[in-house]
């Protein structure tokens, strides 16, 4: 609800800000990725928050937020946040698996989650902000599943985590402006952020490992 609120109000009061595109999106193409590069899909709610965590990573080599698991082609922000298409607002990371392991990715996606809500993550509610982790092969499926069990063996969370593993299905690349939202528009982002009791639910969760 905030985040809604937040783009409306950009929309409304800051001159030049087009955040609304209708236009289908393009799905990715894997077969682009280079020799030596490899790519990950985690749903953590809200695209732009889960941008930055990754970004800091020496071996990342770059983040595009996105929509996956739904059924509808090309769907636009509108029709993702409306609810119906079955898709998660998601973030695709490649990465140099040289220089950053799939594990360390893993790590980093749940110390960025609250793994224990199965309605949406923070202020935002519904399908569409649930957590997921979509592995492209059976190498990820593997660690997923083994990272999963042995944080919930840890007892290190009150409760069994809720979060998903699928299979990766085609991966829509979210228009223009979401693209690295905390690097253009900072101010926004962080009062979306901390409104949204994203930080603060983190650090209940997580103690010092919390991002912020």
């Known amino acids: 609800m905030i985040k809604r609120?937040?783009?409306?109000f950009m929309i409304i009061v800051l001159p030049g800000a087009v955040l609304v595109v209708t236009a289908q999106q393009p799905a990715f193409d894997f077969a682009s990725l280079e020799s030596g590069q490899e790519a990950a899909i985690f749903a953590g709610g809200c695209f732009w928050c889960m941008e930055p965590p990754y970004d800091a990573l020496d071996g990342v080599i770059q983040t595009l937020s996105g929509y996956t698991g739904g059924t509808l082609r090309n769907p636009t922000y509108r029709q993702v946040v409306a609810g119906g298409t079955g898709h998660y607002e998601a973030v695709l990371v490649i990465y140099d698996p040289a220089r950053v392991t799939y594990e360390k990715l893993l790590e980093v996606f749940w110390f960025n989650v609250d793994p224990l809500d199965a309605g949406g993550q923070f202020c935002d509610r519904g399908d569409m902000y649930r957590t997921g982790i979509f592995y492209r092969d059976r190498e990820q499926q593997r660690l997923a599943t083994e990272s999963k069990r042995a944080l919930d063996a840890s007892r290190r969370l009150p409760r069994p985590v809720v979060t998903e593993i699928m299979p990766a299905r085609?991966?829509?690349?979210?228009?223009?402006?979401h693209q690295g939202y905390y690097l253009k528009s900072p101010?926004?982002?962080?009062?979306?952020r901390i409104g949204c009791g994203r930080d603060a639910r983190l650090r209940q969760l997580w103690g010092s490992d919390a991002p912020y």
Do not use: K, P
């Open 5 to 8: 609120m937040l783009l409306i």
């Open 170 to 177: 085609t991966f829509y690349i979210a228009e223009t402006n």
């Open 187 to 192: 101010l926004s982002y962080r009062t979306y």
